[in-house]
């Protein structure tokens, strides 16, 4: 078996409509993507990088009453990930409701920061290794 590093942030969003806002692609990034000042999507400009590949990003947005564990655990390799995930979240106590998630391929974002602003926090875990 491989083994891969997936990098993992957590957040509370106002909204699902401003979450999928924040990840998703944005269609002018390939239209103007010689210039700098353009982003791959809202998320890769708060982590200061312009483009990363989207295959290797999962996210999504849970709201409700439900454990962290039943929220994600339907999520690409969980059952390895969401026991670590959930024991780092038990460390921290971030101080607000969990109701998304995005992690992404190891080195593809190469200084993952936690984010906070009046509309959402966002913030970032660490690494957790994964047999693939």
Do not use: C, H
Request: hydrophobic content about 40%; proline content about 3%.
């Amino acid at each position: 078996m491989n083994t891969g590093i997936l990098d993992f942030w957590v957040g509370n969003f106002n909204s699902e409509e401003d979450f999928y806002d924040f990840v998703e692609e944005d269609e002018k990034f390939y239209l103007e993507e010689d210039s700098d000042d353009i982003f791959v999507s809202k998320f890769a400009e708060t982590q200061d990088t312009i483009w990363f590949d989207q295959d290797l990003i999962e996210y999504g947005f849970e709201d409700g009453n439900t454990s962290i564990y039943e929220k994600f655990a339907n999520y690409s390799f969980a059952e390895q990930w969401l026991p670590i995930l959930i024991n780092r979240l038990n460390e921290i106590n971030p101080d607000f409701d969990i109701n998304s998630l995005v992690f992404v391929s190891g080195g593809q974002v190469p200084k993952p920061v936690s984010v906070e602003n009046d509309f959402f926090s966002l913030t970032y875990i660490g690494g957790i290794e994964y047999e693939f």
